[in-house]
């Protein structure tokens, strides 16, 4: 009998695939989405030395958005980009997390663009 794949085994494995090429540096670190059912979740990773940078999630408190919509997804990408630009930070290389670039992934990096990030 053949072992039936879930979409999160195939979705890890489209992410290590992804995580081959795409590495965070000093200069230029790693623009990482996280993508649930109830949240978006997005953190600015400096591979290099292996520490998150700037996180920003629609999990926390003072989120005027809630939930895991296309709303927040635009909130949290300018809310990240805007704690990137306070720790200096304006390039980045963008990490899809082995999700289409499309809707909630789409809405957060062209919310990070207009802020400033440059991806």
């Not at 979705?11 to 992804?18: G, L, P």
């Not at 998150?52 to 997804?73: F, I």
Request: glycine fraction near 8%.
């Amino acid at each position: 009998m053949i072992k039936q794949i879930s979409k999160d085994e195939i979705r890890q494995r489209i992410h290590t695939r992804i995580r081959r090429k795409v590495r965070g540096t000093t200069e230029r670190p790693r623009l990482a989405i996280f993508r649930s059912v109830a949240h978006i979740y997005a953190q600015v990773i400096d591979d290099a030395k292996g520490i998150t940078l700037v996180a920003a999630s629609s999990s926390e408190k003072n989120s005027t958005t809630k939930g895991g919509n296309v709303a927040a997804a635009k909130e949290i990408g300018k809310r990240v980009a805007e704690r990137a630009k306070e720790k200096g930070i304006t390039r980045v290389v963008f990490d899809r997390g082995g999700y289409l670039y499309h809707g909630r992934v789409k809405a957060l990096a062209d919310a990070a663009r207009e802020a400033g990030l440059e991806l």
